[in-house]
């Protein structure tokens, strides 16, 4: 039986590779923008190390997601539609806004 720590480990690490993947970035790529060795993402991605709290804040930065965001997602990995919504473009979330006005969610 695994413990709960191990697997929020893995879910940290499932997390953070999906989201760099969604943004179009290699894990070297987002290393070295994050001023790390070339290989500290893929080490976090591969359970063999955490970020620091302090780091995790800058990845949460890189990622252009809230750290509060980076955790709330379903069990599928799909982020919640306020995270989702913050990340589209003034367009795009013009659009979702009329949308609910128009659904009368307003």
Known sequence: MRGAA?????????????????????????????????????NIENGRNMPSMAMFFEICEFLEISPAGFFAYAGDGSPDIEDAVRRLSPDG??????LIRLLGGE
């Open 6 to 42: 191990a697997e929020a480990k893995e879910g940290f690490a499932g997390r953070l590779a999906k989201l760099r993947v969604e943004r179009g970035v290699s894990a070297r790529e987002m290393s070295l923008s994050l001023g790390q060795g070339a290989g500290y993402i893929n």
């Open 93 to 98: 979330r013009e659009l979702v806004e009329r």
